[in-house]
Each structure stands twice: as structure tokens, then as C-alpha cells.
């Protein structure tokens, strides 16, 4: 391969050491080789350094940098540093790439050729080895902000952008402070500057659900996701950012979302016996309008307050 690779694939690693492996033969198995893949660790006490070392003596394309854990957004952050290719594309260390995954970026691409986002469909990959289908989400038609603020739709291991999206003038790169919600964070942003075009394929990644997901649903990560969209909203919705595309929130979409995410991490603080956090954020529910069902939950938590156990983990405050 002469000169810099079209491809720049980050893949952030924390104690990955039993998936890791399976992940970058993954990449290695692509039909098209235009590639590097920027692997980090982000302070593993596992074996994942090990293992991603061996890839790297063997295949020059892999580039191997540790850190000290500082999270996934600063992982990502240093390798897009490091990137050499016009393109930016992501796998997680415990997901998988079908072989033909850059082979369809580059077809859309050359039928395509303004597109700055590209994003496919994603199949499960359970612990048990099967596969199990996911439902196609805006698989059918460009989207942008709107569409975005309701629902996180996009999988990270999914995604092929532009370099340029990342830039200080434009989106920027993944905000080092957040620790859950980083890639929605920065989607939002992205959708300022581009459209999410479809690749419409079930080819991109099959992401792997076990008991150390990040991703994993709480009372914890739901109201870390209320509050980053919230910031979003209150820093870009009723804006249009120079060079940006207009991407005004108007209220039928903020506080119906909002209302949403707070009751959903109310109910999941409920089922873990955490009824003074599920109150507190029902009662944030309330600001974005009053359902039955609301103030049903907050009644339960309530009347089951002296069983209170209480989740250690507090979201920051956005």
C-alpha cells in the first residue's frame, strides 16, 4: 500500500483481552486493504495489550498506542490525533466487522461522492455465539439533527465520516469529561455540519452483548443521556452555528424526548431499589409535562423509600 491509507479505523481497548483479538481479524478479513487501524488501550489489566501487540509485529497497518485509563473518549481522541486517512471508521475491541464492510463504504462512496457520513445497519452478536437480527432505524432516508435528538439510532461501529467533520470548526472530537453517551454527544454535533446518509446493509458490525458493555442500560446512563441532550439543546438547538446547517429543536421535540429519558432512568433506578434517585428523576420528568405514569412511579417510590438502596454512581451535573 503506497502513500497514506483511505481508511484511518479507530478501535478503543479496555480490558478487551478475550474479544479484542477476534475484533482485529475482523479488519484484517476486509476485502478491501486501503486501510490502518489505530488501536488504543486505555490502561487494561487484562491481556489486551499482549494481544494487541502480537497483531501489530505481524501487520504494519495496525498501530498500537497505551494510555493510562482515561475513558473512551480520550482513547478515540488520541488515535483521530494519529489518523493518516481522509476517512474515519470505528469498531469497538468486542464487536466485528463483516469482510465487505469498506468494500460497500467505498461503493456508496463512488456513487455518492459528497457524502460526508455514511452509516450501516448492525446485527447482534449474543453471548451464546447466535445472531440475532436488528430492526433497520432510518435505514430508508438521510437524516439529520431531528431525527437524532429523538432517538440514538446510529451504532458507532457502524460509522464511516469525512477527517474534516472532527476539525475545530467544525464538530470537533469526543468531549473527554463524559464517560457514557461520548458518541452520541458528538453525533449530535456532527449533524451541524452533515447529513447521516444510509448504507442500507446489514454489513457493518455485529455488536456483542455480555456483562462488561459499557453501553448497558441504568438509571446511571439514562439520566447521563437526558443531560448531555439537554446541554446539546441549550447550547446549539435554537442556533445556526457559522458554516453549520440549521438545526433548530423546536419545543415538540425537546420536551417530549427529555420527558422520556428521565422517566425511563426513573423506572430503571425503581427496579434496582434505588427509589430516592427513581423520585429525583421523575420529578425532573415533571419540568416537560405530567403523565399518569409518572406520577404512578414516583407513588410507588415513594411508599417504598425505607428499602432505599441507593446507586453509588451520580451523572454529572450539565
Given at each position: 500500500?503506497?502513500?497514506?491509507?483511505?481508511?484511518?479505523?479507530?478501535?478503543?481497548?479496555?480490558?478487551?483481552?478475550r474479544f479484542v483479538g477476534a475484533a482485529i481479524e475482523s479488519i484484517l478479513a476486509q476485502t478491501v486493504a486501503d486501510w490502518e487501524l489505530l488501536v488504543v488501550d486505555d490502561g487494561s489489566s487484562d491481556n489486551s495489550p499482549e494481544v494487541?501487540?502480537?497483531?501489530?509485529?505481524?501487520?504494519?497497518?495496525?498501530?498500537?498506542?497505551?494510555?493510562?485509563?482515561?475513558?473512551?473518549?480520550?482513547?478515540?481522541?488520541?488515535?483521530?490525533?494519529?489518523?493518516?486517512?481522509?476517512?474515519?471508521?470505528?469498531?469497538?475491541?468486542?464487536?466485528?466487522?463483516?469482510?465487505?464492510?469498506?468494500?460497500?463504504?467505498?461503493?456508496?462512496?463512488?456513487?455518492?461522492?459528497?457524502?460526508?457520513?455514511?452509516?450501516?445497519?448492525r446485527q447482534q452478536l449474543n453471548e451464546d455465539g447466535?445472531?440475532?437480527?436488528?430492526?433497520?432505524?432510518?435505514?430508508?432516508?438521510?437524516?439529520?439533527?431531528?431525527e437524532l435528538f429523538g432517538r440514538m439510532f446510529i451504532t458507532q461501529s457502524c460509522v464511516c465520516c469525512r477527517r474534516e467533520l472532527f476539525g475545530p470548526d467544525q464538530a470537533g472530537v469526543y468531549d473527554p469529561a463524559l464517560r457514557v453517551c461520548e458518541d452520541y454527544d458528538l453525533l449530535l454535533r456532527m449533524s451541524l455540519y452533515c447529513r447521516f446518509d444510509p448504507l442500507g446493509e446489514v454489513t457493518?458490525?455485529?455488536?456483542?452483548?455480555?456483562?462488561?458493555?459499557?453501553?448497558?442500560?441504568?438509571?446511571?446512563?439514562?439520566?447521563?443521556?437526558?443531560?448531555v441532550l439537554k446541554r446539546f439543546a441549550q447550547r446549539f438547538g435554537a442556533k445556526v452555528q457559522p458554516g453549520a446547517r440549521d438545526a433548530t429543536l423546536p419545543p415538540s421535540v425537546v420536551k417530549p424526548r427529555l420527558r422520556q429519558l428521565y422517566y425511563?432512568?426513573?423506572?430503571?433506578?425503581?427496579?434496582?431499589?434505588?427509589?430516592?434517585?427513581?423520585?429525583?428523576?421523575?420529578?425532573?420528568?415533571?419540568r416537560y409535562g405530567i403523565s399518569p405514569k409518572q406520577l404512578l412511579l414516583s407513588t410507588g417510590a415513594l411508599l417504598l423509600?425505607?428499602?432505599?438502596?441507593r446507586d453509588p454512581k451520580t451523572p454529572p451535573k450539565i
Open positions: 500500500m503506497a502513500g497514506r491509507p483511505k481508511y484511518s479505523i479507530v478501535m478503543p481497548c479496555y480490558n478487551h483481552g494487541i501487540q502480537d497483531f501489530a509485529r505481524r501487520d504494519p497497518r495496525i498501530k498500537f498506542h497505551r494510555q493510562k485509563n482515561a475513558g473512551q473518549s480520550v482513547a478515540r481522541n488520541a488515535a483521530i490525533a494519529q489518523a493518516a486517512g481522509p476517512w474515519i471508521a470505528f469498531i469497538d475491541s468486542d464487536d466485528l466487522w463483516l469482510p465487505q464492510a469498506l468494500e460497500l463504504f467505498d461503493r456508496y462512496m463512488a456513487a455518492n461522492s459528497q457524502t460526508k457520513f455514511i452509516h450501516g445497519r447466535t445472531i440475532t437480527a436488528c430492526p433497520p432505524q432510518f435505514q430508508d432516508r438521510p437524516t439529520g439533527t431531528v457493518s458490525a455485529r455488536r456483542r452483548r455480555h456483562g462488561t458493555n459499557i453501553s448497558t442500560q441504568s438509571g446511571y446512563t439514562r439520566m447521563y443521556e437526558a443531560m425511563a432512568a426513573g423506572r430503571q433506578y425503581f427496579r434496582h431499589r434505588g427509589y430516592t434517585q427513581a423520585i429525583g428523576a421523575v420529578l425532573r420528568s415533571f423509600l425505607p428499602l432505599n438502596r
